[in-house]
């Protein structure tokens, strides 16, 4: 299986300069305010976790071309297809001709601010030693993933050192494809940017991310 | 944010606008979402949850040995202390900028940001330039804010690639001694707690 995901961008080259918005507001249209509310919402349902979310928009084929709010528009009518929620004629008439589908929960309006303010938390009881500890160098792995992975493209295949230990967390890969929490030591792994960068790199800069257990092998 | 006059035939909508109305509709007709609840919601992170959460983390930080301790020990439970927590802030850690470490937050990968102290990003976080150049090139990055480091401070990138959330601490602007911690939080602004800018100095216009 091939697994494209064009919203791993960390390195790549060509992206022009960063463009700060005059007005930095936090929505610049309504429509984008209900997306968020609609994918919040139906995220509540149970009907998907946030991996499975961001697998279904990193893959969305024209992600490049869209704007941020069309990018989580595109990843929740994908997914309400996928899970068979509404058909994409459905969609397409904004009318519903087909009963709902059975789902867990809806979030009504007097629930929001508790389940808001409660979150996801994604930290689990460890039920393994961990492998490796603080001020070990480990390498990350080399090959690319077949399905949603947090190892980023430039971190894969390089050389780091274990900084810190943030306990055991639901496993993004795993979740994503529907395997469930599959928890796994998370450390954040720092990395010299002549590492991920060579000689053209200033002296002085370093980079890190959190790395799952899986990602890891020692040095 | 509601418009102020209702056009029947829609006509005038753009081809998302249609699609989200479509959307919503149909959601609603299933019966999946409540549509009271959007509205919270929209209203919750349009007027709630903002940056000015975080100030009032840093600013406590700034005047207070022991918070500050306690924040950088642990950084979840010191946040909620003053009340912040739940979604997309579930894990927190403070990064405190010093003399000659300078740290930078993103996610290259989608747009992860710890929204109970800052809210929702804005669009140049979640921009390809951003997220594609600031691991690579942070101090050409930092320029294009108007930061500049000397060339022994340590720049250190944070990827907040898995669900633990990254809090710059900027440090305390010279000269706000006498200051007291109110008038210090509106010295912190959004992007002094990214890493892409520092807090304001005193005499600086907001």
């Known amino acids: ?219 | 944010m509601a418009h102020d006059h209702d056009h029947p035939d829609h006509s005038e909508l753009s081809e998302v606008e249609r699609r989200v109305r479509a959307l919503e509709t149909l959601l609603t007709q299933k019966g999946y979402v409540d549509p009271a609840a959007l509205d919270v919601l929209i209203d919750t992170y349009q007027t709630k949850i903002g940056p000015r959460n975080g100030a009032r983390v840093v600013a406590r930080a700034w005047v207070d040995a022991a918070y500050r301790d306690r924040l950088l020990r642990d950084a979840t439970g010191a946040i909620a202390e003053l009340g912040y927590t739940g979604r997309q802030g579930e894990h927190m850690i403070a990064l405190e900028n010093k003399p000659r470490l300078h740290n930078v937050v993103v996610c290259t990968l989608c747009s992860c940001y710890p929204w109970p102290v800052l809210g929702l990003p804005p669009v140049w976080y979640k921009s390809a330039p951003y997220r594609s150049r600031v691991v690579r090139d942070p101090r050409g990055v930092l320029l294009e804010f108007g930061v500049t480091l000397p060339a022994d401070t340590e720049i250190r990138v944070w990827d907040s690639n898995a669900e633990v959330r990254y809090l710059v601490i900027p440090e305390r602007p010279a000269g706000t001694e006498a200051l007291g911690e109110e008038a210090l939080r509106a010295l912190v602004t959004r992007d002094s707690m990214i890493g892409t800018g520092f807090a304001r100095t005193p005499t600086e216009p907001t």
């Open chain 1, 1 to 219: 299986m091939i697994y494209t995901t064009h919203a791993d961008l960390g390195g790549r080259p060509g992206f022009g300069p960063v463009v700060q918005d005059a007005t930095d507001s936090v929505f610049h249209a309504d429509w984008e305010s209900r997306v968020l509310a609609l994918t919040l919402a139906m995220g509540a349902t149970g009907c998907w976790n946030i991996d499975m979310v961001r697998a279904a928009r990193e893959t969305l084929p024209d992600y490049l071309d869209l704007s941020y709010y069309e990018i989580w528009l595109g990843g929740l009518e994908r997914l309400l297809v996928a899970k068979g929620l509404v058909t994409a004629e459905e969609l397409a008439a904004g009318r519903a001709s087909h009963p709902p589908q059975p789902f867990d929960r809806i979030l009504m309006a007097d629930q929001v601010a508790a389940k808001l303010a409660k979150g996801l938390p994604t930290a689990r009881t460890p039920t393994a030693p961990a492998r490796y500890r603080i001020g070990q160098r480990v390498v990350t792995r080399g090959a690319p993933a077949d399905h949603h992975t947090r190892l980023p493209g430039y971190l894969r295949g390089r050389t780091g050192i274990i900084e810190r230990m943030l306990g055991c967390h639901v496993f993004a890969d795993s979740h994503a494809q529907g395997l469930g929490e599959d928890p796994q030591w998370l450390y954040t792994v720092v990395f010299d940017a002549d590492e991920l960068w060579g000689t053209e790199t200033a002296p002085g800069h370093r980079v890190s991310f959190d790395a799952w257990q899986p990602y890891l092998e020692p040095a």
